[in-house]
Protein backbone atom coordinates (compact mmCIF):
# COMPACT_ATOMS: atom_id res chain seq x y z
CA UNK A 1 0.00 0.00 0.00
CA UNK A 2 1.72 3.22 -0.95
CA UNK A 3 2.12 5.79 1.89
CA UNK A 4 0.44 9.29 1.47
CA UNK A 5 3.12 12.26 2.63
CA UNK A 6 0.98 15.01 1.64
CA UNK A 7 -2.95 15.21 1.50
CA UNK A 8 -4.62 18.49 0.94
CA UNK A 9 -7.76 18.96 1.50
CA UNK A 10 -10.16 22.03 0.40
CA UNK A 11 -7.30 24.38 0.41
CA UNK A 12 -8.39 28.41 -0.52
CA UNK A 13 -6.90 31.52 -0.83
CA UNK A 14 -7.91 34.86 -1.20
CA UNK A 15 -6.19 37.91 -1.45
CA UNK A 16 -8.86 40.25 -0.71
CA UNK A 17 -11.56 40.14 -2.83
CA UNK A 18 -9.42 37.85 -5.42
CA UNK A 19 -10.03 34.16 -4.65
CA UNK A 20 -6.82 32.35 -6.00
CA UNK A 21 -7.64 28.59 -5.24
CA UNK A 22 -10.81 27.77 -4.80
CA UNK A 23 -10.95 23.95 -3.39
CA UNK A 24 -8.02 22.17 -3.89
CA UNK A 25 -8.06 18.86 -3.15
CA UNK A 26 -5.06 16.01 -3.71
CA UNK A 27 -2.60 13.38 -2.20
CA UNK A 28 1.08 13.31 -2.98
CA UNK A 29 2.44 9.10 -2.23
CA UNK A 30 5.94 8.91 -1.78
CA UNK A 31 8.12 8.99 -4.38
CA UNK A 32 5.60 10.93 -6.59
CA UNK A 33 6.48 13.46 -9.45
CA UNK A 34 3.87 16.05 -9.80
CA UNK A 35 4.46 18.38 -12.63
CA UNK A 36 1.42 21.09 -12.25
CA UNK A 37 1.16 22.92 -15.21
CA UNK A 38 -1.53 25.53 -16.54
CA UNK A 39 -1.57 29.12 -17.62
CA UNK A 40 -0.02 32.32 -15.65
CA UNK A 41 -2.39 33.27 -12.90
CA UNK A 42 -4.12 29.80 -12.77
CA UNK A 43 -2.80 29.55 -9.30
CA UNK A 44 0.39 27.25 -9.47
CA UNK A 45 3.10 29.39 -7.05
CA UNK A 46 0.74 30.53 -4.88
CA UNK A 47 -0.46 26.24 -4.21
CA UNK A 48 2.99 25.51 -3.40
CA UNK A 49 3.59 28.25 -1.36
CA UNK A 50 0.79 27.83 0.88
CA UNK A 51 1.79 24.48 1.12
CA UNK A 52 4.84 25.72 2.38
CA UNK A 53 3.21 28.30 4.45
CA UNK A 54 5.07 31.19 2.93
CA UNK A 55 1.44 32.24 2.31
CA UNK A 56 -1.60 31.46 4.89
CA UNK A 57 -4.03 29.51 3.34
CA UNK A 58 -7.37 31.07 3.81
CA UNK A 59 -9.08 27.64 4.21
CA UNK A 60 -8.66 23.75 4.08
CA UNK A 61 -6.20 21.54 5.64
CA UNK A 62 -2.13 19.92 5.09
CA UNK A 63 -1.89 16.46 6.42
CA UNK A 64 1.77 15.71 6.87
CA UNK A 65 2.12 11.87 7.33
CA UNK A 66 -1.45 11.93 8.56
CA UNK A 67 -0.96 14.36 11.36
CA UNK A 68 -2.77 17.81 10.46
CA UNK A 69 0.08 20.92 10.11
CA UNK A 70 -2.08 23.56 12.18
CA UNK A 71 -0.17 23.40 15.27
CA UNK A 72 3.34 25.45 15.97
CA UNK A 73 5.16 22.57 16.93
CA UNK A 74 3.51 20.09 14.08
CA UNK A 75 4.72 22.93 11.52
CA UNK A 76 7.67 23.71 12.43
CA UNK A 77 8.58 19.61 11.91
CA UNK A 78 6.75 19.78 8.65
CA UNK A 79 8.18 22.91 7.17
CA UNK A 80 11.70 21.02 8.17
CA UNK A 81 10.52 18.10 5.84
CA UNK A 82 9.57 20.67 2.76
CA UNK A 83 12.45 22.01 0.91
CA UNK A 84 11.46 24.78 -1.56
CA UNK A 85 13.28 25.67 -5.09
CA UNK A 86 12.87 29.21 -6.25
CA UNK A 87 12.45 30.56 -9.37
CA UNK A 88 14.56 33.50 -8.49
CA UNK A 89 17.24 30.83 -6.48
CA UNK A 90 17.30 33.25 -3.41
CA UNK A 91 20.75 32.50 -2.65
CA UNK A 92 22.62 34.30 0.04
CA UNK A 93 24.67 37.18 -2.11
CA UNK A 94 27.52 37.57 0.20
CA UNK A 95 28.24 34.13 1.51
CA UNK A 96 30.51 31.83 -0.59
CA UNK A 97 28.73 28.51 -2.16
CA UNK A 98 29.89 26.47 0.43
CA UNK A 99 28.25 28.61 2.97
CA UNK A 100 25.03 28.90 1.75
CA UNK A 101 24.73 25.32 1.55
CA UNK A 102 26.04 24.92 5.58
CA UNK A 103 24.50 27.86 7.45
CA UNK A 104 20.80 26.68 7.35
CA UNK A 105 22.11 22.90 8.31
CA UNK A 106 23.82 24.35 11.38
CA UNK A 107 20.74 26.90 12.38
CA UNK A 108 17.89 24.69 11.78
CA UNK A 109 19.29 21.61 12.04
CA UNK A 110 22.15 22.31 14.64
CA UNK A 111 24.34 20.30 12.73
CA UNK A 112 28.09 20.50 13.56
CA UNK A 113 30.31 22.95 10.95
CA UNK A 114 32.47 19.36 10.02
CA UNK A 115 29.02 17.35 9.59
CA UNK A 116 27.40 20.55 7.62
CA UNK A 117 30.46 21.04 5.11
CA UNK A 118 30.35 17.10 4.85
CA UNK A 119 26.91 17.01 3.96
CA UNK A 120 27.14 20.44 1.53
CA UNK A 121 30.16 19.19 -0.37
CA UNK A 122 28.25 15.79 -0.81
CA UNK A 123 25.41 17.45 -2.52
CA UNK A 124 27.38 19.94 -4.49
CA UNK A 125 29.61 17.08 -5.58
CA UNK A 126 26.19 15.45 -7.11
CA UNK A 127 25.03 18.76 -9.16
CA UNK A 128 28.04 19.55 -10.83
CA UNK A 129 29.19 22.45 -8.59
CA UNK A 130 32.07 21.43 -5.95
CA UNK A 131 34.23 23.10 -7.92
CA UNK A 132 32.57 26.68 -7.08
CA UNK A 133 32.09 26.04 -3.86
CA UNK A 134 34.26 29.37 -2.91
CA UNK A 135 32.34 31.13 -5.45
CA UNK A 136 29.94 33.94 -4.33
CA UNK A 137 26.41 33.73 -6.13
CA UNK A 138 27.64 37.09 -8.31
CA UNK A 139 30.28 34.98 -10.11
CA UNK A 140 27.90 32.21 -11.80
CA UNK A 141 25.43 31.44 -14.23
CA UNK A 142 22.00 31.30 -13.58
CA UNK A 143 21.96 27.60 -14.25
CA UNK A 144 24.37 27.82 -11.87
CA UNK A 145 23.06 29.19 -9.16
CA UNK A 146 19.82 27.12 -9.42
CA UNK A 147 21.72 23.90 -9.34
CA UNK A 148 23.69 25.60 -5.97
CA UNK A 149 20.23 26.64 -4.46
CA UNK A 150 19.10 22.36 -5.34
CA UNK A 151 22.10 21.43 -3.80
CA UNK A 152 21.27 23.94 -0.86
CA UNK A 153 17.87 22.42 -0.39
CA UNK A 154 18.87 18.46 -0.53
CA UNK A 155 21.21 19.84 2.22
CA UNK A 156 18.05 19.96 4.88
CA UNK A 157 17.45 16.42 4.10
CA UNK A 158 14.06 17.01 2.34
CA UNK A 159 10.60 14.17 2.03
CA UNK A 160 9.35 16.63 -0.23
CA UNK A 161 10.92 19.25 -2.84
CA UNK A 162 8.83 21.82 -4.11
CA UNK A 163 10.06 23.85 -7.42
CA UNK A 164 8.50 26.61 -8.20
CA UNK A 165 9.68 27.54 -11.80
CA UNK A 166 12.82 26.74 -11.22
CA UNK A 167 14.17 27.67 -15.16
CA UNK A 168 11.59 29.91 -16.16
CA UNK A 169 14.30 32.48 -15.19
CA UNK A 170 17.21 30.99 -16.87
CA UNK A 171 18.45 31.69 -20.79
CA UNK A 172 17.18 28.83 -22.69
CA UNK A 173 20.95 27.28 -22.63
CA UNK A 174 20.98 26.46 -19.48
CA UNK A 175 17.67 25.05 -18.66
CA UNK A 176 18.99 22.13 -19.86
CA UNK A 177 21.61 21.65 -17.07
CA UNK A 178 18.85 21.94 -14.64
CA UNK A 179 16.70 19.82 -15.57
CA UNK A 180 19.45 17.30 -16.23
CA UNK A 181 19.89 17.55 -12.05
CA UNK A 182 16.34 16.71 -11.94
CA UNK A 183 16.18 14.11 -13.78
CA UNK A 184 18.20 12.49 -11.75
CA UNK A 185 16.46 13.41 -8.55
CA UNK A 186 13.37 11.96 -9.95
CA UNK A 187 15.55 8.46 -10.67
CA UNK A 188 16.00 8.62 -7.13
CA UNK A 189 12.62 8.69 -5.97
CA UNK A 190 12.94 11.91 -4.51
CA UNK A 191 8.88 13.20 -3.75
CA UNK A 192 8.96 16.76 -5.78
CA UNK A 193 6.58 18.79 -6.32
CA UNK A 194 7.31 20.73 -9.85
CA UNK A 195 5.52 24.16 -11.00
CA UNK A 196 6.87 24.29 -15.00
CA UNK A 197 6.44 24.97 -18.14
CA UNK A 198 8.56 22.57 -19.36
CA UNK A 199 5.63 20.13 -21.14
CA UNK A 200 8.89 17.35 -22.47
CA UNK A 201 10.48 17.70 -18.90
CA UNK A 202 6.59 17.18 -16.87
CA UNK A 203 6.15 14.26 -19.83
CA UNK A 204 8.81 12.37 -19.89
CA UNK A 205 9.80 12.51 -15.81
CA UNK A 206 6.32 13.27 -13.71
CA UNK A 207 4.94 10.15 -12.76
CA UNK A 208 1.19 12.51 -12.12
CA UNK A 209 0.60 15.46 -14.31
CA UNK A 210 -1.95 18.55 -12.87
CA UNK A 211 -3.41 21.13 -14.75
CA UNK A 212 -4.83 24.20 -12.68
CA UNK A 213 -7.28 26.24 -14.60
CA UNK A 214 -8.83 29.48 -12.93
CA UNK A 215 -7.84 28.43 -9.53
CA UNK A 216 -9.05 24.71 -9.75
CA UNK A 217 -7.45 21.67 -10.69
CA UNK A 218 -9.23 21.05 -13.67
CA UNK A 219 -7.30 17.51 -14.70
CA UNK A 220 -5.25 14.99 -12.52
CA UNK A 221 -4.05 11.92 -15.14
CA UNK A 222 -0.95 10.35 -15.61
CA UNK A 223 1.48 12.49 -18.10
CA UNK A 224 0.75 9.26 -21.06
CA UNK A 225 -2.89 10.47 -20.54
CA UNK A 226 -3.09 13.92 -20.28
CA UNK A 227 -0.47 14.88 -23.03
CA UNK A 228 -2.03 12.58 -25.48
CA UNK A 229 -6.11 12.28 -24.52
CA UNK A 230 -6.76 15.15 -22.07
CA UNK A 231 -10.32 15.20 -21.12
CA UNK A 232 -11.12 18.66 -19.83
CA UNK A 233 -11.49 21.48 -22.62
CA UNK A 234 -9.40 24.22 -20.88
CA UNK A 235 -6.49 21.03 -21.36
CA UNK A 236 -6.84 20.34 -24.58
CA UNK A 237 -6.83 24.44 -25.08
CA UNK A 238 -3.57 24.98 -23.25
CA UNK A 239 -1.91 22.40 -25.24
CA UNK A 240 -2.79 23.10 -27.95
CA UNK A 241 -1.61 26.42 -27.73
CA UNK A 242 2.13 25.05 -26.49
CA UNK A 243 2.67 22.04 -27.77
CA UNK A 244 3.78 22.94 -30.89
CA UNK A 245 5.97 25.26 -29.48
CA UNK A 246 7.73 22.86 -27.22
CA UNK A 247 7.61 19.79 -28.65
Do not use: W
Request: a neutral charge; glycine letters at 6%.
Amino acid sequence: MQEHILEVSGLKKSFGDHEVLRDISFSVEKGEIICIIGSSGSGKSTLLRCLNRLEEPTAGTVLFHGKNTESERSRVSFLSKVGMVFQSFNLFANMSVLENCVIGQMRVLHRTRKEAEEKAVFYLEKVGMAPYRNARPAQLSGGQKQRVAIARALCMDPEVLLFDEPTSALDPEMVGEVLSVMQQLAQAKLTMLIVTHEMSFARDVASRVIFMDQGVIAEDAPPEKLFTAPEHPRTREFLGRIINRQF
